[in-house]
């Protein structure tokens, strides 16, 4: 089963650090750009980061600094490690990636995990 599995979210104080993992699981044949969204209660999922197969980032305004994304080829995984975490930063973060498997190439999400910061 062709899958995207996160983890690493939880309660952190403002300030502090979180690292968010992704890995990816089944038979795939290649992955291209990888990305972390985040849905906060009442807003739109919006995108975090991403990073394209060789290494090229972009990221939202909100997080340039702070957030940095990256990825382990080696394992299908991607990572987000998350420093000066502020209470905005709260919200659900999911893991998103278009997977080639030998059914064609699809659209992937995560099941998403809860990162709260807060004193």
């Known amino acids: 089963q062709v899958q995207l599995v996160e983890s690493g979210g939880g309660l952190v104080q403002p300030g502090g650090s979180l690292r968010l993992s992704c890995a990816a699981s089944?038979?795939?044949?290649?992955?291209?750009?990888m990305g972390w969204y985040r849905q906060a209660p009442g807003k739109q999922r919006e995108l975090v980061a991403a990073?394209?197969?060789?290494?090229?980032?972009n990221y939202a305004d909100s997080v340039k600094g702070r957030f940095t994304i990256s990825r382990d080829n080696t394992k299908n995984t991607v990572y987000l490690q998350m420093n000066s975490l502020k209470p905005e930063d709260t919200a659900v973060y999911y893991c998103?990636?278009?997977?080639?498997?030998?059914?064609?190439?699809?659209?992937?999400w995560g099941q998403g995990t809860q990162v709260t910061v807060s004193s």
């Open positions: 990073i394209t197969s060789g290494g090229s980032t």
């Open positions: 089944g038979s795939i044949f290649s992955i291209n750009a």
């Open positions: 998103n990636a278009p997977l080639a498997t030998q059914l064609g190439t699809y659209d992937y």
